[in-house]
């Protein structure tokens, strides 16, 4: 589970208009028109098998659904993608929900709403625990799916009749994480259910866009950028480890209690540049505290520069580590590695002895900022 979830692919997050596709979407990409037919599909599913079009032959609605883990915007339809299948689902309707996305055109920076990213590995584990009612397919390997429905954005809704004739395509709703006004994708299948033109047949389409494999270039420039960044290491006393334990900022802070001697420490530490790059582009910051001798500085600055750790890095400068452990956390047990979540105002609200699980620190650190805008 962790080396797969450390190997979280790396792409960008916009908002993508039907009448004005992303720059990155491939040349000549047409979403499909009102009329055409459903694009055939063979896709493998959460769920361990393989899926067809022509496994819903006998619904009298199919409603396809681009979408994918770490959306924003798609993130907060899951629940209302829920509710139509489970609303609609002894009335002849089939919903199918397709991810797009090539992971590996990610940048992490694009996952600070998410705790898992748009690998079929961790579509799996979305899957499973918000236990979706639909399946769940993966178009990221080729993408042909997603480009014979031309399939701009997550979510990209595509509703077809009986004879597999598109009816609707565009947005869920107009509410994204408001109540909605405008009931887009539900009023287009009550429509079709009696037997009635779709009274709105296309809408703007707004989420992020289809990660597209070309997109691989900007995700390894961000890269560099990122390891070229300057690291540092600065000393702290116990009065500002006091005070670093109050959270005086308005920004979640994970600490990570290290030392260059720790196997377990040092193995770990990508982890945390992982999340660094990930959430700091809102309200969160990573410190981590070094508890090598002070004199053993160059030795622990080395191994954060090796690791491209270009967060906010201390080095203990005190002996004491009762007095340390009482100004920081009184809980701490005393073994490193040690990992704390501070919200700002000072209360812990994560701690853990040992090697972290970074799934379990990411969705701990997500819960409390927010999975939408």
Not at 102 to 129: N, Q, V, W
Not at 161 to 184: C, I, M, N, Q, W
Not at 230 to 252: C, H, W
Request: with cysteine; glycine share 6%.
């Amino acid at each position: 589970m962790k080396s797969a979830l450390a190997s979280i692919a790396l792409g960008t997050l916009g908002l993508a208009l039907m009448t004005a596709p992303a720059l990155a979407d491939p040349p000549g990409l047409k979403t499909l028109a009102i009329g055409a037919k459903a694009p055939d599909f063979d896709l493998p599913g959460v769920d361990g098998r393989n899926h067809k079009l022509s496994d819903y032959a006998d619904a009298k609605i199919l409603v396809v659904v681009f979408t994918c883990n770490h959306c924003p915007t798609a993130q907060a339809y899951e629940e209302r993608l829920a509710k139509l299948c489970e609303d609609y689902k002894d009335r002849g309707v089939a919903v199918v929900a397709i991810s797009p996305n090539d992971p590996i055109g990610l940048r992490l920076d694009e996952l600070g709403y998410t705790d898992l990213s748009d690998s079929f590995e961790e579509m799996k584990i979305r899957a499973r625990d918000h236990k979706f009612p639909y399946p769940y397919l993966y178009d990221g390997e080729t993408q042909a799916t997603a480009l014979a429905y031309g399939a701009l954005a997550t979510p990209h809704v595509f509703i077809f009749d009986a004879e597999r004739a598109l009816r609707y395509v565009g947005r869920f709703d107009d509410g994204e994480v408001k109540t909605p006004k405008s009931h887009d994708a539900i009023n287009a299948v009550d429509a079709l259910l009696a037997g009635k033109e779709v009274p709105v047949a296309t809408t703007r389409v707004f989420g992020c866009s289809t990660k597209w494999k070309d997109k691989q270039d900007e995700v390894h420039k961000a890269l560099e950028r990122w390891e070229a960044e300057p690291v540092s290491l600065e000393p702290i006393d116990l009065e500002g480890v006091a005070k670093l334990a109050k959270n005086e900022t308005e920004k979640f802070t994970v600490v990570n209690l290290w030392a260059t001697w720790c196997g377990p420490c040092v193995a770990e530490l990508p982890e945390f540049v992982t999340l660094n790059r990930m959430y700091r582009h809102r309200p969160f910051q990573l410190v981590t505290i070094s508890l090598d001798d002070p004199e053993k500085k160059a030795e622990a600055l080395k191994v954060l520069k090796e690791n491209h750790v270009s967060s906010t890095n201390y080095i203990l400068s005190s002996s004491d580590r009762d007095a340390f452990a009482e100004a920081l956390d009184p809980k701490w047990p005393g073994p490193v590695p040690y990992t704390l979540i501070i919200a700002p105002g000072g209360e812990v609200v994560y701690r853990h002895a040992g090697e972290i699980d970074p799934l379990e620190v990411k969705r701990a650190i997500v819960e409390r900022l927010g999975r939408t805008y």
